[in-house]
């Protein structure tokens, strides 16, 4: 899979570990990512949708090179063509790719909303007109801005965050988890206001455990699953339904809507520390084979798509 | 082939090399715990073996500096100071034991009470931490050792009295946090009664803390006891605890006997600190995610 | 609002304080009056000989004859009058003796206070922003170290480097009973604080290092300093913006909370050093068994440490946004 042109964000076969203390002091390795490439483009929406706990967050914090100390990243990530090292990843963040991150508690306690928001550096403060234009669109008050986070509904503090990352010109946002606590209009609100930048020519990137409403916005979705991505459809399969689909997982998942029969996915994803050998959904799916029990599944092209099975038509 | 990939190999190996080194972290502790144990163990019983000839007044040698044959020196009236530090520190220990042991019961059962008690109990409880915390040690041990007449009592007491206070606060804490777990909701709601969940469940937590807790305590309660017995509380003069030594030492210090003050203190530290190993160790041990750095 | 508040908090800390000072009063009359050591009888062998109107009049100050509950009444109705009685030692009113000995050991603890603040917050915040490597280590080691040693050993070694070594400093600091404060220069009074300052800021420094230390460390490992890298601050940006406004109530908070050690701590140094303050004077006090002296010292030390818990609830209180709404809910 050589993608000869430029991405806006390039991932390619990232898997990212952890050291973790056993019980009794051992030590050991967690793989939380394994073998993830996606991929995005200027004006593009991606979502990547799976259940919490399936590593997506970390996902971000490795795009952005903020990893705790104790994980390690491997594998290759390129921003406009060029090779992320730490270095690069260190001119990226916050002015070319901006993170919106998940609650509350990514806001310093102790400085008032509009402080934060402006950011820090020297020209924070010219972005003060920038600032009374977003707050408007999130309908957020001009006065909000003195409060502190701890003050803020759930719903304002989501807006809060997204209006850090609007604020600065980045050409790649990076949203984790944006709309729980919001009130559905709110969400969509704020989902506008991506699809307008991605319309503007910026790519987002939409770390979501919600499909239903990632699939009005996003022009492609990921579905993540313990640790890497098995398929990748643009929204439409999604719309088009079981059928347009390619991988069983996403399959379920689109059972699993409520329009759809609200049907449940027997099973638990598999926990990190023992994952199967072969396909990661493997368990807990109606097509298992002897090979995929032992044989990892490569991503492989489909109408489309992408998939990582064996079996997918 | 590019940056990125030379960072991850130097992070591979980071990652082997501490994996080998923390592998046998435990068994290290173990054995660290245990001889510093030793250690301590034998320098109780040294002091308590020493027999009273080798502090015995020897004018003739007296005033002596360190050498091979008085490795801390010789006092003003000829006794070794080695021998008498020895003694000092065994009589320190045991007063730190004792009194940690009674401070430390009191301290579970004064945070159990809080935390399973009404309302009205806890913030007594409460309030009652905050008073002994009101008044400085120092002030309240010599008030303590003056209402008893001095001597090893009212130093029992006091440093009994002020010390239980963080230890019940954690307890406090731990017990409230535990209550809240779902399996004590669930021996509730099969009609267990208090006292049994507090038995099966509770108790069972509380020890190891009240182990950490009680060895974290000792070097508190010796320093406490060495500075009470320098300011001439406790002890009677006759029993060279460490802060009499100590404070004898005071009267020659212009005389340029250094070594009076020196080796003692010294000594006192070094087992202040090897304590303080042997209870963040024990603590490691039992806790390991509380210990983690 | 914000005003109000701090009143109400002060207010209802206010009320806390005298329970806890009638408490403190309660435990220290008891305790006193379980000594074996009989007050009127220490004073007469103390003077020599006493007027059998003098012993009716301490009698009476004691009530030596009243049952205990009625002793305690009086004694306290004396101190809420401001009668602590007379120092056996000094010879001189209780409240005199503390005033003027308080002078003396509020200045040995401001310097200290001051002092081992300012280094210890500096150091801990260089150990922090520097966890685990090299620096950090050392200096963590020597500041578990410090707290390992005892206070009055330390100034014993002090006191041999300084004054028997290198002689800058006497040895003997005690001003004699009877010498005036106001004779003493003031050069003096810094020429012999200088060392128990130092014994003590030595003592107390290590603690605020190792708690900034921890307290950085929580912060710099917080989300919203992962938030804050995200968006590109640089580490200097990070320790500027939300480093520091969030370590440094905490540490200020501590500071006023440690009054307690302080003053534990100061009592030791003014013995090792003879130092002429209310550390000193309680030990002498216990010693030679003045217990009105020993009361009110016990009495004002409390309140002297209740002022700092009260003044460290406010201060955090003003300060911190998120106490303050919580104080606003209760």
């Known amino acids: 899979m050589v993608c000869e042109h430029k991405h806006l964000l390039d991932v390619q076969n990232l898997s990212v570990s952890f050291r973790m203390y056993d019980s009794g002091l051992e030590q050991k390795e967690l793989k939380v990512i394994s073998d993830l490439s996606v991929s995005i483009d200027r004006g593009e929406i991606l979502a990547i949708a799976g259940s919490s706990g399936s590593g997506k967050s970390l996902l971000a914090h490795a795009i952005l090179g903020i990893l705790p100390e104790n994980a390690t990243a491997r594998g290759n990530m390129r921003y406009k063509g060029e090779i992320m090292t730490p270095e690069y990843q260190e001119k990226l963040r916050g002015r070319q790719i901006a993170l919106v991150p998940q609650s509350v508690s990514y806001l310093d306690p102790l400085m008032s909303i509009e402080r934060q928001v402006l950011g820090a550096g020297k020209n924070a403060k010219e972005r003060k007109p920038a600032l009374k234009n977003i707050f408007g669109r999130l309908q957020l008050n001009e006065s909000d801005g003195r409060l502190y986070p701890y003050q803020l509904s759930g719903g304002m503090a989501r807006r809060v965050l997204v209006s850090t990352a609007v604020i600065g010109d980045a050409e790649l946002i990076i949203a984790d988890e944006p709309t729980p606590g919001m009130q559905k209009q709110q969400a969509l609100e704020a989902l506008k206001i991506f699809r307008e930048l991605a319309d503007e020519g910026k790519g987002v990137l939409l770390i979501t455990h919600d499909v239903d409403l990632a699939l009005e916005f996003a022009d492609k979705i990921a579905v993540f699953y313990a640790g890497t991505t098995l398929e990748l459809a643009s929204s439409k399969d999604f719309r088009g339904g079981e059928a347009s689909l390619r991988h069983p997982y996403s399959k379920a998942l689109w059972r699993a809507m409520p329009q759809n029969g609200f049907e449940p996915l027997d099973g638990f994803q598999p926990y990190a520390e023992n994952l199967p050998s072969g396909c990661l959904f493997a368990p807990r799916c109606e097509m298992c084979s002897e090979r995929c029990k032992t044989e990892i599944p490569e991503m492989r092209e489909l109408r489309d798509g992408f998939v990582r099975c064996f079996h997918a038509t | 082939m590019n940056e990125l990939t030379i960072r991850r190999n130097k992070a591979g190996q980071n990652i082997k090399e501490t994996r080998r080194k923390k592998m046998n972290r435990r068994t290290k502790t173990v054995i660290l715990t245990v001889l510093i144990a030793a250690v301590i163990v034998s320098a109780l019983l040294a002091g308590l073996l020493i027999s009273d000839e080798a502090v015995a007044i020897d004018f003739a040698n007296a005033k002596q500096k360190p050498s091979f044959e008085h490795p801390f020196g010789t006092d003003w009236m000829g006794r070794d100071l080695f021998a008498r530090t020895m003694k000092g520190l065994s009589i320190s220990i045991t007063v730190g034991v004792v009194a940690s042991a009674i401070s430390a019961v009191a301290a579970v059962l004064i945070g159990i009470a809080a935390a399973t008690g009404s309302k009205a109990l806890d913030s007594f409880v409460n309030w009652l931490i905050d008073l002994v915390m009101g008044v400085p040690h120092l002030v309240l041990i010599i008030l303590i050792s003056f209402s008893c007449g001095r001597g090893l009592k009212g130093l029992l007491i006091g440093i009994a009295v002020t010390h239980w206070t963080s230890l019940a606060r954690l307890i406090r804490a731990e017990v409230l946090q535990l209550r809240s777990e779902q399996y004590i909701a669930v021996s509730r709601k099969l009609g267990k009664s208090n006292r049994w969940i507090l038995v099966k469940h509770i108790l069972p937590h509380m020890i190891p803390q009240f182990v950490v807790g009680l060895i974290l305590m000792f070097p508190h309660a010796i320093l406490h006891e060495a500075s009470v017995s320098f300011l001439g509380y406790g002890l009677p003069p006759e029993q060279p605890a460490i802060g009499i030594i100590l404070s004898e030492s005071m009267k020659y210090l212009s005389s340029g006997m250094w070594w009076l003050a020196f080796f003692p203190g010294l000594t006192l530290v070094l087992i202040v600190i090897l304590l303080d190993h042997l209870g963040d160790n024990l603590k490691m041990l039992i806790d390991p995610y509380s210990a983690q750095e | ?330």
């Open chain 3, 1 to 330: 609002m914000t005003a109000k508040r701090i009143i109400s908090v002060f207010f209802r800390y206010l009320v806390r304080v005298i329970t806890l000072l009638f408490a403190v009063s309660v435990i220290a009359f008891i305790l006193v009056s379980l000594s074996p050591v009989d007050p009127v009888q220490q004073y007469v062998l103390s003077v020599g000989s006493v007027s059998p109107e003098q012993r009716a009049e301490l009698e009476d100050y004691w009530g030596v004859n009243d049952p205990p509950v009625e002793r305690f009444g009086n004694w306290f109705r004396a101190i809420i009058h401001g009668d602590f009685g007379t120092s056996l030692l000094y010879r001189r009113p209780v409240i005199d003796v503390i005033r003027e000995k308080f002078v003396n050991t509020l200045a040995l603890m401001g310097c200290t206070w001051i002092f081992s603040g300012l280094i210890g917050f500096g150091l801990g915040c260089v150990m922090g922003a520097n966890k685990n490597k090299l620096a950090d280590r050392i200096l963590k080691k020597i500041c578990l170290l410090l707290c390992s040693v005892p206070t009055f050993w330390l100034g014993l070694l002090l006191l041999l480097i300084f004054s028997v070594w290198l002689g800058w400093f006497p040895i003997g600091f005690s001003t004699p009973i009877g010498v005036l404060n106001s004779e003493v220069t003031i050069w003096q009074q810094l020429h012999h604080l200088v060392l128990p300052a130092l014994a003590l800021s030595l003592m107390s420094f290590a603690n605020v290092a190792l708690h900034t230390r921890q307290k950085l460390i929580d912060v710099l490992e917080s989300d919203y300093v992962l938030f804050a890298k995200a968006r590109g601050e640089s580490r200097r940006e990070i320790m500027r913006r939300h480093g520091f406004r969030n370590i440094i109530m905490p540490a200020i908070t501590l500071q006023f909370a440690s009054f307690a050690e302080l003053f534990g701590g100061s009592v030791l140094a003014e013995n090792v050093f003879s130092y002429p303050g209310l550390g000193s004077a309680v030990s002498a006090a216990g010693l030679n068994s003045d217990v009105p002296l020993l009361l009110g010292i016990t009495l004002f030390s409390a309140l002297f440490v209740f002022t700092g818990n009260m003044i460290a609830n406010l201060l955090y209180g003003a300060i911190d946004p998120q106490i303050k709404e919580s104080y606003a809910n209760e």
